[in-house]
T-cell receptor
Framework: DQQVKQNSPSLSVQEGRISILNCDYT??????FLWYKKYPAEGPTFLIS?????DKNEDGRFTVFLNKSAKHLSLHIVPSQPGDSAVYFC????????????FGKGTKLSVIP | GAVVSQHPSRVICKSGTSVKIECRSL??????MFWYRQFPKQSLMLMAT?????????EQGVEKDKFLINHASLTLSTLTVTSAHPEDSSFYIC???????????FGAGTRLSVL
């Protein structure tokens, strides 16, 4: 049973427009969420995180929104750039002091020049 | 962000041999490191949690005698794939937890090909 779901395996966006990547989770114990970006044959790169006590966190072009009641989070990239083309993974962890991450299957973002 | 170094980036070996992969946190101390495996077009699957100075904790279905983990210092964890077989061919990635920020930083991964 997948506890973290990224239902869109791929997304194409025009350069300069907004990219919205979605993530749903089923485990209500998750209280910390992270987004990672990954290029082929490389390790994931941390992008942005959010704690369950917040509903929004912003860092430059990246904003993560969390809707706890819907068990849903999203990553917004504005404006999208060709260099943003990669696979984006949503990850979640639970409990104070718990460090294990549960990953979604990823969404491949293609930003078209 | 913090830097995690993973070595080697790629290894090709014969069936039956053992392969050691190193994971180092370069600018922070990591009491906890993690080892993941990624199959093509799939997510990262946690294999084991490596704790400095103690035994690793393995996820269900991961053979601890096949995937030996050693975390001898606060900056180094190693994964040894013993008696590797073609089905062990995969992309292995380590991460280290930067505790103050509660973020895992990942190494660049190791592509293992067993012939």
């Amino acid at each position: 049973d997948q506890q973290v779901k990224q239902n869109s395996p791929s997304l194409s966006v025009q350069e300069g427009r907004i990219s919205i990547l979605n993530c749903d989770y089923t485990n209500s114990m998750f209280d910390y969420f992270l987004w990672y970006k990954k290029y082929p044959a490389e390790g994931p790169t941390f992008l942005i995180s959010i704690s369950s006590i917040k509903d929004k966190n912003e860092d430059g072009r990246f904003t993560v929104f969390l809707n706890k009641s819907a068990k849903h989070l999203s990553l917004h990239i504005v404006p999208s750039q060709p260099g943003d083309s990669a696979v984006y993974f949503c990850a979640a962890s639970s409990g104070a002091g718990s460090y294990q991450l549960t990953f979604g299957k990823g969404t491949k973002l293609s930003v078209i020049p | 962000g913090a830097v995690v170094s993973q070595h080697p980036s790629r290894v090709i070996c014969k069936s039956g041999t053992s392969v050691k992969i190193e994971c180092r946190s370069l600018d922070f101390q990591a009491t906890t490191m993690f080892w993941y495996r990624q199959f093509p077009k799939q997510s990262l699957m946690l294999m084991a949690t490596s704790n400095e100075g103690s035994k690793a904790t393995y996820e269900q279905g991961v053979e601890k005698d096949k995937f030996l983990i050693n975390h001898a210092s606060l900056t180094l964890s190693t994964l040894t794939v013993t008696s590797a077989h073609p089905e062990d061919s995969s992309f292995y990635i380590c991460s280290a937890r930067d505790r103050p920020r509660d973020i895992q930083y990942f190494g660049a991964g190791t592509r293992l090909s067993v012939l």
